[in-house]
């Protein structure tokens, strides 16, 4: 059946997917500019709930066959479009862990599971781990259809009621799943973010405008509400940002402003928004098409500049008119022929995308990427339940006294192939014992804090690991106690010497005491104390960077990597102060020159994620920093 055209919620949909965009585009102006989404699900369930009531009642039947195909030939071409562009396209970069992975992706998208999916898949919708995902913003359209399945039966169920009691029922609707979200964020932020019963509410929101009594409003007082909906939507996307409770209580703000504007913004067009209008009706396809686009620059390791950043929407919006005026009217001009639209627009063109995506597998060769897998997989001796373990000996592991202990968390673990290279040109033995998130502090526990939810846990072995570190230099005489660690963020993970509420100011300082107690205790031992400056955190470099493009290319720039950690190196100053037998061991000057951050070394990778390096980057950055300075540990 087709629906009056009501162009002021297409301006109303220019809105919601610029903000979408702009925020992906990482405009800091818009850190909310997510909150697109969630109009998107008013304007749905507003248009939704109109079109069935609306069918209801003048042909006094609904058909579900009918509401599937024209959702089919809504929704599928474009959508179809831009997955069988993406396949090709990521299927000339991506390497074959990557592609498997996103074949996993491809069959959750075609099968409107996304969401699902997505949910066990990431740690947060914001991680690094989705902005390599060429797919990932689809789990909204799966959110979509999935709602689509269940509406119908809930409307046709109430719609015999009178008004008051469908307008209750919404209610009902509405505040169960504004408190399921508000729950389920607390234990579960990825879920609440991704699945239905969390979002339901902003659907329900636009469906009660179907249901409320309407008030016919002049044209000023229509522009004005128009002009204050609008308003309100933007400043939220301006305060709005990723670590707040999202969706729960706060989505309420854009989802009641965009309702205040379909209701009120009737006379909110004229020549002035044409071109919104027309950016609302291709909005759809340019949802589609940003984030790939995105994705693909971002495994290109092209900087994400400002010239960068419009050469992307312009590529967006060219490709959504070519999606709207080509592909989109031609089908929907040839929809009437056509008996089988479900068969022919998705489940076909699915099971083609499917066999495609399956079938390029085949064709992958074994590359460098083995020799990468090796070089990042060598993590042998993190998390050991006993000691001592012969892959943990580090240097020359034939003579018979150990003289080096390499302690911390994950970061020293991955810099043990560091200390291997300099024991072994100092003729020295030593031993590594390394567990994740425990940096070597000494007397002090740890809590861990939800950023969203302010659950603050107690990581019980923190103080037993380091406690049984502590007895092990002391009852040995090593000459040299290396201390690695992700140093210039510990502070952030909340390092508290008893039960408090985690403040970072308090956290701070029990790490600062933390830390001088630890090399207290290895100077009192006899030792000398040594600290590994960790090494740049990875920025705006895809991982696999190298494989995609030539070592050279592989760069970030290193104000970025010194803001990060200017913090630290003031606390690291004072330290060095206290205690001047600390040997410091910075290798930043290898990795970077003055104005860049390198991800590879003499066409060595030195990173296996974003944070930690391989063994044999860690080995390389050793044998260039002997070329340049005297070995510390002689």
């Known amino acids: 059946m087709k629906s009056e055209y009501q ?3 297409d301006i109303l949909r220019a809105l919601a997917v610029l903000l979408v965009i702009f925020n992906h585009l990482d405009f800091t102006l818009f850190s909310g500019g997510f909150i697109g989404v969630d109009v998107f699900f008013v304007i749905s369930g507003y248009l939704i709930t109109k079109n069935i009531v609306s069918e209801k009642r003048t042909s006094g039947t609904f058909s579900f066959k009918k509401f599937y195909q024209r959702r089919v030939l809504r929704l599928a071409p474009a959508f179809f479009t831009v997955l069988l562009t993406c396949s090709i396209a990521f299927s000339l970069i991506l390497t074959q862990e990557e592609w498997t992975q996103y074949l996993k992706t491809v069959a959750s998208t075609v099968t409107l599971s996304s969401n699902i999916y997505y949910t066990n898949l990431l740690n947060d919708y914001f991680s690094i781990s989705g902005k390599s995902t060429p797919l990932l913003h689809i789990w909204s359209l799966s959110l979509e259809e999935q709602f689509y399945l269940i509406w119908p039966l809930f409307l046709l169920g109430i719609i015999k009621f009178s008004k008051n009691i469908k307008i209750f029922s919404l209610i009902v609707i509405i505040s169960l799943s ?30 009660a405008l179907v249901f409320l009594p309407s008030t016919r409003l002049n044209k000023n007082k229509s522009i004005l ?18 670590q707040m409770l999202f969706p729960s209580y706060t989505a309420l703000v854009p989802c009641l ?14 020549l002035l928004t044409k071109w919104l209008e027309y950016i609302g009706k291709i909005s759809y396809p340019m949802y589609l098409w940003h984030w790939p686009i995105i994705v693909y620059f971002n495994q290109q390791s092209i900087k994400l500049d400002f010239i960068t950043k419009n050469l992307i929407l312009i590529l967006a919006l060219i490709l959504s008119i070519f999606s709207y005026e080509v592909i989109e009217k031609s089908i929907k001009l040839s929809s009437k022929k056509i008996k089988t639209p479900i068969q022919l627009f998705f489940i076909l063109p699915a099971l083609l995308t499917l066999l495609f995506s399956m079938s390029w597998l085949v064709f992958f ?26 892959e943990c000996f580090l240097g020359n592991k034939h003579i018979e006294k150990v003289s080096v202990l390499l302690v911390g968390d994950s970061h020293a673990n991955a810099q043990s192939g560091f200390i291997h290279q300099l024991l072994m040109d100092t003729n020295l033995k030593g031993y590594e014992i390394t567990n994740s998130s425990t940096a070597f502090l000494a007397g002090v526990n740890r809590f861990s804090q939800n950023s969203r939810t302010q659950t603050t846990q107690y990581i019980a072995d923190f103080h037993t690991k380091n406690a049984d570190i502590v007895n092990l230099i002391k009852s040995n005489s090593f000459k040299y ?3 690695g660690g992700y140093f210039p963020h510990n502070w952030e993970r909340h390092i508290y010497s008893k039960t408090l509420q985690p403040v970072k100011d308090q956290s701070k300082a029990m790490f600062i005491a933390g830390l001088n107690n630890a090399i207290q205790i290895i100077e ?32 970030f720039e290193r104000s970025k990597h010194w803001n990060d950690f200017q913090e630290w190196q003031q606390l690291l100053n004072r330290i060095q102060a206290v205690h001047p037998n600390l040997i410091v061991i910075d290798f930043n000057d290898v990795v970077c020159d ?18 930690h390096l391989t063994y044999a980057g860690s080995r390389q950055i050793a044998l260039e920093y002997l070329k340049r300075y005297s070995n510390p540990l002689q």
Do not use: W
């Open 7 to 9: 162009p002021h919620i």
């Open 481 to 483: 106690v290396v201390m």
């Open 178 to 207: 504004l408190i399921t979200s508000h729950l389920l964020i607390q234990s579960n932020p990825v879920a609440a973010y991704y699945l239905l019963p969390s979002r339901v509410f902003e659907f329900a929101i636009g469906a």
């Open 365 to 390: 060769k074994e590359t460098g990427q083995n020799d990468f897998d090796n070089q990042h997989n060598d993590i042998k001796c993190i998390d050991l339940p006993k000691h001592p373990v012969d």
């Open 524 to 555: 009192t031992s006899g030792a000398i104390p040594v600290l590994i400056n960790d090494n740049p955190i990875l920025r705006d470099v895809d991982i696999n960077c190298h494989l995609r493009t030539t070592f050279s290319a592989c760069y």
């Open 257 to 270: 402003a965009a309702a205040l504007f379909i209701s009120s913004g009737q006379y909110f067009t004229g």
């Open 225 to 242: 509400l128009g002009l204050f909906s609008i308003l309100i939507i933007i400043i939220s996307s301006f305060f709005i940002h990723s």
């Open 594 to 611: 003055a104005k860049y951050c390198y991800s590879a070394l003499n066409q060595t990778i030195l990173y296996r994620d974003n944070q």
